[in-house]
């Protein structure tokens, strides 16, 4: 899991540093987890999980209650959740998840980004073999056994613990499915979760040269810069 978590830290790196596309991003989480579980995140896990993620992009606090109001409104549009699945130039495989409320329109804007930046865009599924997906959650390591932790998430789902020394955090993997239970036992025990999302792992890289890299990343941030597009997955080294 070391070649995941550089990779997981990488991106993560470049995408939540940028503040404003990271609001928007959370905002359309949290509509799409109100309008699935409800208001509460009391009794609405998931809602309970992106409050925790807005914490930790700096996201002000009125505007994580003005955005859960907005969910529960009538007025409010549902999002969408639609994955795209391409492949960028020099055999790159994308997976790109977007929320959208409008998705001729999506798919016209990914398409042609794709069609004229030298990708393709496939049909869903064609990837699932290229990548993983996760449960990933991020706590404080101070005063924590790794080792015993990483035995007691085995019952609830966990895979695997890595250690992050620079911002001295436990990031855990665990099922797609076993978000839920991983939460729960993370809260039981007063382990504070300074992030918790899903993630897309590459189980398989591709390596490129410089110039073949600089052509894939243009076409990535050209993707990213879409207000439908909430994150863009790929196995370039």
Same mark, same amino acid.
């Given at each position: 899991?070391?070649?995941?978590? &550089?990779?997981?830290? /990488? ?19 949290? !509509? ?19 409050? %925790?993620?807005?914490? /930790? +992009? ?8 003005? +955005? ?7 007025? %409010? #549009?549902?999002?969408? #959740?639609?994955?795209? &699945? ?8 994308? !997976? ?50 790794? &080792?015993?932790? *990483? ?15 620079? /911002?001295? %955090?436990?990031?855990?993997?665990? *099922? ?30 591709? #390596?490129?040269?410089?110039?073949? !890299? ?10 990213? #810069? ?12």
């Amino acid at each position: 899991m070391g070649r995941a978590f &550089e990779y997981r830290k /990488a991106r993560k790196m470049k995408r939540w540093g940028q503040m404003a596309k990271t609001f928007t991003r959370i905002g359309k989480d949290i !509509v799409i987890a109100v309008k699935n579980g409800g208001p509460d995140p009391d009794t609405n896990g998931r809602l309970r999980a992106i409050i %925790q993620n807005a914490k /930790a +992009a700096n996201m002000p606090k009125e505007n994580v209650d003005r +955005a859960i109001k907005k969910a529960s409104s009538k007025d %409010q #549009e549902d999002y969408k #959740e639609i994955v795209y &699945e391409a492949y960028a130039p020099h055999g790159i495989a994308l !997976v790109i998840e977007t929320a959208t409320d409008n998705h001729n329109r999506t798919v016209a804007n990914v398409r042609s980004y794709l069609n004229k930046l030298g990708g393709s865009l496939g049909t869903q599924g064609m990837l699932d073999f290229l990548f993983d997906r996760k449960s990933v959650f991020r706590i404080p390591a101070d005063g924590i056994d790794q &080792e015993e932790l *990483e035995l007691e998430l085995i019952d609830v789902g966990g895979d695997e613990i890595e250690f992050d020394d620079e /911002a001295n %955090q436990y990031v855990i993997y665990g *099922e797609f499915t076993a978000f839920g239970s991983i939460q729960k036992f993370l809260e039981e025990k007063g382990y504070d979760i300074k992030q918790a999302e899903f993630e897309r792992i590459p189980n398989d890289y591709k #390596e490129l040269t410089d110039d073949e !890299v600089a052509d894939v990343e243009k076409l990535i941030e050209r993707i990213e #810069e879409d207000d439908d597009v909430q994150m863009v997955y790929h196995n370039m080294r």
